[in-house]
């Protein structure tokens, strides 16, 4: 499958974290793919793919145009979780060391999440354990309807501790309790059902399609204001609706109506013309 998201692919003049580890190619209109290339280990974990997994993330929240990051694992796998000679390594460290691992996985994921940017993980083959948090921690999951997911960590004797506020947040905490416990496979089609999965879609080509659509959806879109929508979300999530949350919602609606994007918006609307940042 091309990782070509729209055309034309252009040198993204503002991302300079590509490596061997992470491949990132751009267009011109700002859609993003992030391929983790380990395909030989499955797109497996180590300290080096989510170091260079990182560097990409934190370039691509400062980085100027990014409207939306595409991630997805090179050579029809997603990822395989955790690398197993890093693990076999990991079981010698003390526990410290361990700990400065973990923690590193726990920044990569942050990063990620913190994108302004809409973020898509775009899932075939196989999610195991942290590929799972990977997808969990993107605005939204696409996945081919063959790709298998589990969460196995206990069968290792292990948890997936770093993941775990990702996909708690994606499933709920009940189903979490369930697949972190038993640690079984599932399908696609259960992943969408518990909320892992936003869409589900036939094969590689119709994967490829939904990537198109989502690239095209969020042209349309004012960049500013994706971003502090997503901040809402956060925001507001769980709490109570009191006089406080409705403070806050007030004054950010208020914000956004005198800002620069909502008068452009609003202007653009009412003279039936699209908004200047429109494609």
Not at 247 to 259: D, F, K, Q, Y
Request: proline share 4%; hydrophobic share 50%; aromatic share 6%.
């Amino acid at each position: 499958m091309t990782n070509e998201i729209a055309d034309p692919l252009v040198e993204f003049p503002d991302v300079s974290a590509t490596t061997d580890l992470v491949h990132i190619a751009a267009t011109q209109a700002g859609a993003v793919t992030v391929m983790m290339n380990r395909p030989a280990k499955r797109n497996a974990f180590d300290s080096d793919l989510i170091s260079a997994l990182e560097e990409a993330f934190t370039t691509l929240k400062s980085a100027d145009g990014v409207r939306v990051v595409f991630v997805r694992g090179a050579g029809g796998t997603f990822s395989a979780g955790a690398d197993l000679a890093w693990m076999r390594a990991a079981a010698d460290r003390t526990e410290s060391d361990n700990r400065e691992d973990a923690y590193e996985m726990a920044r990569m994921l942050k990063a990620l999440h913190d994108l302004p940017a809409l973020t898509v993980a775009l899932v075939e083959g196989a999610a195991f354990g942290g590929g799972v948090g990977l997808a969990a921690a993107c605005d939204l999951a696409v996945a081919t309807a063959d790709t298998r997911f589990s969460l196995s960590e206990v069968k290792l004797g292990l948890i997936p501790a770093t993941i775990s506020p990702y996909v708690i947040q994606a499933v709920g905490p009940r189903q979490a309790r369930g697949l972190f416990a038993t640690g079984r496979e599932f399908d696609a089609a259960y992943a969408e059902q518990i909320g892992l999965l936003t869409e589900v879609v036939a094969d590689a080509a119709a994967l490829q399609a939904a990537a198109h659509r989502i690239a095209r959806d969020i042209m349309a879109c004012a960049p500013g204001a994706v971003a502090a929508s997503k901040r809402l979300v956060d925001d507001v999530a769980g709490r109570p609706i009191h006089h406080d949350l409705m403070e806050l919602t007030a004054h950010r609606i208020a914000a956004t109506r005198v800002g620069e994007e909502g008068q452009e918006g609003v202007r653009a609307f009412l003279e039936h013309r699209k908004p200047g940042w429109a494609l």
